[in-house]
């Protein structure tokens, strides 16, 4: 591999990591508690597309059994989990039904 080839390789990667901690400090910036609404807007789906993908996911549980709240952190900790291609591939097949 060339130089030229490396720095282009390295200067990918250290953007990536660059927009993924932004995204993820942008994250941190939202209530402990997350609503439906929070939800809906951060993954930019919809309502129904939401309750699909709570209801027949691994989603994180309510928040103190308090229906439509979710803490923030379980959340972010779910994300981390799921790969990324997974996350787009349950969303593609939620919003199909």
Known sequence: MSDKEIENIYSTIKTQIQSEFSDLKNFHCL???LTNQDLMNEFQISASTLN???T???F?????GIRGHYLREKVLDWIQECDS???HEKIRYFRSL
């Open 85 to 87: 291609d997974d996350y």
């Open 52 to 54: 699909r993908l709570i």
């Open 31 to 33: 209530p402990l508690v």
């Open 56 to 58: 027949n996911g691994d």
């Open 60 to 64: 994180p549980p309510c928040w103190n």
